[in-house]
């Protein structure tokens, strides 16, 4: 292990984008509200990938793919498979997945991403319309 791995350790996960109920109902009161950005802008991870990346639930970590990198909270869930990355559908995870050029519909499963610890906040909604 390098000293920056021990520094800065991340984990190189799979994207599985999901709906999630709680997300839906916010994102139809107001896509704009601290509700939405809260239920949205998260990143679900099991808990042994999380205590392996220093995370605590609730803490900052970026989710980086080829299209793109996020800050979004992380947190810790049993159901969620070692070596994957659960983010619910929305502009947090459209930020990380490749559109094709043919307009056929983005893969939304089996992205790769690298997950790591930061201190930097959310990325917020308005900075991820801005960068569209």
């Known amino acids: 292990m390098a000293l920056g791995d021990f520094l800065f350790p991340h984990a190189d996960l799979i994207l599985i984008v ?3 109920f709680e997300t839906d109902v916010e994102s139809v009161k107001n896509k704009f509200s601290s509700e939405y950005q809260d239920s949205a802008a998260v990143v679900r991870l099991n808990k042994g990938d999380l205590q392996r990346l220093g995370l605590k639930d609730g803490g900052s970590a970026r989710v980086k793919a080829k299209a793109g990198s ?3 909270r992380a947190f810790g869930d049993d159901k969620v498979p070692e ?3 659960i983010v619910p559908h929305g502009p947090w995870a459209l930020a ?3 559109v094709p050029k043919d307009g056929s519909p983005p893969q939304m499963h089996g ?3 690298t997950v790591t610890r930061t201190d930097e906040k ?3 909604l ?3 319309l801005e960068s569209s």
């Open 111 to 113: 992205e790769s991403v």
């Open 126 to 128: 308005e900075n991820l």
């Open 18 to 20: 999901a709906r999630s």
């Open 122 to 124: 959310v990325t917020s």
């Open 70 to 72: 996020i800050i979004v």
């Open 83 to 85: 070596g994957s990355a």
């Open 96 to 98: 990380l997945v490749s």
